[in-house]
């Protein structure tokens, strides 16, 4: 068994050929492991977000603009951590705006929701790539970041970036219509520049 596969240990290879079913996981968040990511649940001593809106000193502030580990070398944090500093900071929302990709929405918007914070999911679009981008810490080019409104501007969001990693299907290379992404986001999304380059 080579062609580039890795090798098999014999007693998988007698469960694939002998129908066997796989062995459960532990549990943990790693899909090698486990068919299921429990679901969020808020640690000790974190308040509410209702309890910090309360706070009279509270400055009133979302930020926009955020990445979490999910943008891999760029942002640190896990999406619930994020919303976890979020709720301690007293933040009126928190928007997830990973690059190329919406993979921490799903663990930041549950998180989200068991804090009461208000969301924004949104994209940092890399343009004008010269090279695959895979494991670089902030992609080269002009950035354009996207911010989903309503339902349909996250499915248009979605659209866009899935489209953009399939124009060249090179990993790490999306390449962006600005036309169409134009188009898309004229009343359905709310576009900012990135100042990064």
């Known amino acids: 068994m080579t062609y580039e596969n890795p090798p098999v240990p014999w007693r998988e290879l007698e469960r694939a050929l002998s129908g066997k079913p796989q062995p459960v996981g532990d549990g943990n968040d790693s899909p090698a492991w486990s068919r299921h990511r429990d679901g969020y649940t808020p640690p000790p001593g974190v308040a509410s977000y209702a309890d910090r809106l309360a706070d009279p000193d ?6 926009l603009h955020c990445h979490s580990n999910f943008s891999f070398l ?26 190329d990709g919406m ?9 989200a929701r068991e804090h009461g914070l208000p969301t924004v999911f949104g994209s940092e679009l890399s343009l004008d790539l010269s090279a695959p981008q895979n494991g670089v810490a902030d992609p080269e080019g002009q950035h354009l970041l996207l911010l989903a409104r309503r339902p349909e501007g996250y499915t248009r969001l979605c659209r866009t970036i899935t489209t953009g990693h ?11 219509d600005l036309d ?6 004229r009343g359905k999304r709310l576009a900012l520049i990135s100042a990064s380059n």
Not at 58 to 63: F, N, Q, S
Not at 84 to 98: H, S
Not at 103 to 111: H, I, K, Q
Not at 166 to 176: D, H, I
């Open 103 to 111: 993979s921490g929405v799903v663990r930041f918007a549950e998180a």
């Open 166 to 176: 399939l124009a060249r299907g090179e990993k790490g290379r999306p390449v962006y």
């Open 180 to 185: 169409q992404i134009a188009e898309d986001v």
């Open 58 to 63: 509270r400055v009133p502030y979302a930020e």
């Open 74 to 99: 760029d942002g640190a944090s896990h999406p619930e951590e994020l919303v976890e500093e979020a709720v301690r900071l007293g933040l009126d929302a928190l928007a997830i705006t990973d690059h």
